[in-house]
């Protein structure tokens, strides 16, 4: 179960924007992540592989301070507002919450949800 401490921890490490720290030192080597009802993404590598290639597509994604979180035994829910500014200038928001599940002081797996306009708007 993570402390809120902890929690805060990463959260400060997603606001810096540092995705791929935030990755190799909260996340579990055999993590899952789930974007909606998409296919998952399994193993820490196959996320630094997804973030990269975001960072590669988006450029710099700044994040909002995140406002809104809660802690409740290994559950670890998170607003989080992501500006994302494709090719042109076109700027859109995402604004999405994860679900997430620790064991320890990792994060086992995680769920995003988010209104998929805002993708489809962006792309």
């Known amino acids: ?10 959260i400060a490490r997603v606001e810096q ?3 791929v720290g935030a990755l190799m030192h909260f996340y579990h080597e055999d993590a899952v992540v789930q974007e909606n009802q998409g296919e998952t993404r399994k193993g820490r590598n196959a996320l630094i592989a997804h973030e990269m290639d975001l960072l ?3 450029g710099r994604i700044p994040v909002r301070k995140v406002e809104h979180f ?5 559950h670890v829910f998170i607003n989080w507002t992501f500006e ?8 859109r ?4 919450v994860t679900m997430q599940v620790w064991d320890g002081d990792r994060i086992r797996s995680e769920r995003f949800y988010y209104d998929p306009v805002q ?3 962006a792309a």
């Open 1 to 10: 179960m993570p402390t809120t401490a902890r929690v805060r921890s990463f």
């Open 17 to 19: 924007q540092d995705y």
């Open 56 to 58: 590669v597509r988006y």
């Open 70 to 74: 809660a802690v409740t035994g290994d």
């Open 84 to 91: 994302l500014t494709l090719p042109g200038k076109t700027m």
């Open 93 to 96: 928001t995402l604004d999405e």
């Open 119 to 121: 993708i489809r708007a």
